[in-house]
């Protein structure tokens, strides 16, 4: 294995280096939590974090949550957008990760709790998955499923369920990176017509 030049804060802790995948992605691994904290691609050069986001990153992840409702064909509201991840944050609704490089937000997921009464176990629903398109194709979203999933398996949650528009690409990324499609229940919504 190579190793690569780390950053002084990660230089000085006990982590583990691990090649992810088949490509130029290394791993940088907590070895007291074994949780990705970070993620390098050697071919872009550039050094992710993955961590979870407080009301501190509230302002740059309220404008990459709208860019995310305005991809799926919502209308643009920054303060509606800021108000909803504030009350999901301050009310610890949900779980949300974000992956940054020097201070800047690329992407972020938020997982949403629920339970099975059949397994009688809880797991979490991967609600909203974006990355910001100027970085898109660098292993950000990758990143972020693996350590979602990581996440998972050391609280010892079920597992993740998502749903996705049948155009969305993503499935692709989705299905390389473990997930199974669904072919044995369907699902349903109703709408409250208000």
């Not at 904290?37 to 509230?58: E, P, V």
């Not at 740059?60 to 643009?76: G, I, T």
């Not at 779980?95 to 949403?112: H, K, W």
């Not at 693996?146 to 990324?173: F, M, R």
Request: with cysteine; proline share 2%.
């Amino acid at each position: 294995m190579q190793l690569v030049e780390l950053p002084e804060k990660i230089r000085n802790n006990s982590f583990y280096i691990v090649r992810v995948g088949l490509l130029q992605d290394i791993a940088i691994i907590d070895c007291d939590i074994f949780f990705i904290l970070h993620s390098f691609n050697r071919q872009s050069n550039q050094m992710i974090h993955i961590r979870k986001a407080t009301l501190n990153d509230l302002k740059p992840l309220a404008m990459l949550f709208d860019d995310y409702r305005v991809f799926y064909k919502q209308q643009s509201d920054l303060s509606a957008a800021e108000a909803f991840l504030k009350g999901r944050i301050s009310n610890n609704e949900s779980v949300i990760f974000i992956a940054e490089n020097d201070d800047c937000i690329l992407g972020f997921t938020q997982l949403y709790p629920t339970f099975s009464s059949v397994s009688l176990e809880s797991f979490y629903i991967l609600n909203d998955l974006y990355v910001s398109t100027d970085s898109r194709g660098k292993g950000i979203g990758k990143a972020i499923l693996n350590y979602c999933q990581n996440w998972v398996i050391n609280h010892g949650y079920k597992g993740l369920s998502l749903e996705t528009a049948s155009d969305n690409p993503a499935q692709n990324l989705y299905e390389r990176e473990g997930w199974s499609r669904d072919k044995g229940f369907y699902h349903y919504f109703w709408k409250n017509e208000k």
